[in-house]
Every structure is written in C-alpha cells, then in structure tokens.
C-alpha cells in the first residue's frame, strides 16, 4: 500500500531556531495536511494543501506542496517551547470511494528554552 | 463543544479479557475511524465506517471488531485481549469520504494489556 517516509524522526532544537521537517511518497496526493499532536491529546490539524506547489503559512508554520505531488514539508520559524510535540504529514487522495489518510511516523519535536 | 469523545481514557486489561472503547461524535460526520498509535509506528488504520450501519477493514484490523449502529457512535471491540494490543487508539470522524479538511480526533485511549 501507500506509505510515506517522513523525517526526521526526531529533532532536539534551541527555542528560536527554525524547524524543517519533509514528507515523501512513493504515489501522489491531491492533499497533503499536517498535524501536530501534543502529549496525551490526540493529532490536530495545522495546515492543509490542496494544490501542486502551494505554499500555504499559519502563523510561525509554513507548508509546501511539492510540484511532484509526492511531497510536502513543513517549516517552523522562531520555535518557542509549545512548539513541543509530535508533527503528522498525511497524504489523501479525496474524491474517490475512500479517501483514507495516509500518515507518516511523525517527527517528534523538542525546544529547549 | 463540538468534537469527537472517547471513553473511557484509560484502561488495564488482563490478557483474555474483553472490552470495547466508545467513540462519539456531535458534528453529523458520516465517516468515522478508529486508529492504533505505538511508538515509531504513526498512526495505523484498523476500521472505519463509512455511514451508519457499514463498516471496513484497515490496514490492522485483526483482533478487533467495530460497530456503527448509530451515525453519531462508533465502538471498537477486543474480544480477547493480548499484550500487542497494548496501544493508544484514536478514533476521528470525517465529513465525506476525502474530505479536504482532514479528520477530527479524539483524545485518545490508552490501553495497556498485561
């Protein structure tokens, strides 16, 4: 089946260093959306893309769907302390019969103040 | 508010045992999910639903069973519980099928089977 390599897989970073973290498929997406999942609560969406090559900001986060279709990655300016947590990509292809998310393993990242 | 709820938020199994963990939404979503998160793994599909009444096998759907007999619930059941079923679930439910707005998830169950 479908699976996407997302990475890294973990990142330790200074609070107000930039964050960058990519997500690859092996298949294309219409959508691609990324989460962030906080401890002991469940993944809440950030940011969704829905076109080749938009790039699409929510405040600190800035997200970009590759020309290929097959990537995407997600960048955090000026990381503060609550930026702690687990980050999704997912991958959907909406229209069809089904429509599942497709997610990656997550990145997991820590700000040290 | 609005949302998805799991119950219950924590739990202790004996292997053997039996349970179910309930998920329930208030936002009139026709599709519902129930997903398996453990470590290094992601989030890993075991049943969904595609309206009241149906339900679908995902990618790990040995051990479980669902049921959608209300649009607004969907129960996932162990029927015997083993250790590798030590995970956190989380249910989410959708508007349609692919909805371009992603799902919504609950909190969490975090399951522990000794």
């Known amino acids: 089946g479908q699976q996407l390599n997302q990475s890294p897989q973990s990142m330790f970073i200074q609070e107000g260093e930039d964050v960058s973290m990519n997500c690859t498929s092996s298949?294309?997406?219409?959508?691609w959306l990324w989460y962030k999942q906080e401890p002991g609560e469940g993944p809440v969406l950030l940011i969704a893309?829905?076109?080749?090559?938009e790039l699409t900001s929510n405040g600190r986060l800035t997200a970009q769907f590759g020309i290929t279709r097959k990537d995407s990655f997600l960048n955090i300016s000026a990381s503060i302390p609550s930026d702690v947590g687990i980050y999704f990509c997912?991958?959907?292809?909406?229209?069809?019969?089904?429509?599942?998310?497709?997610f990656g393993k997550g990145t997991k990242l820590s700000v040290k103040p | 508010n609005a949302g998805v709820t799991q119950t219950p938020k924590f739990r202790v199994l004996k292997t053997g045992q039996s349970m179910t963990l309930l998920c329930a939404q208030d936002?009139?979503?026709?599709?519902m999910y129930w997903y398996r998160q453990d470590p290094g793994m992601g989030l890993r599909l075991i049943h969904y639903?595609?309206?009241?009444?149906?339900?679908a096998k995902g990618e790990v759907p040995d051990g479980y069973n669902v049921s959608r007999l209300k649009k607004q619930n969907f129960l996932l059941g162990l029927e015997s519980a083993a250790p590798s079923q030590t995970s956190v679930y989380f249910c989410?439910?959708?508007?349609?099928?692919?909805?371009?707005?992603?799902?919504?998830f609950g909190s969490g169950t975090r399951l522990t089977v000794v």
């Open positions: 989410a439910s959708s508007y349609s099928a692919g909805t371009p707005y992603g799902y919504t």
């Open positions: 893309l829905y076109k080749a090559g």
């Open positions: 997912a991958g959907q292809n909406y229209g069809g019969s089904q429509g599942n998310l497709i």
């Open positions: 298949s294309i997406f219409n959508t």
């Open positions: 936002m009139n979503h026709e599709y």
């Open positions: 639903s595609v309206g009241e009444g149906t339900t």
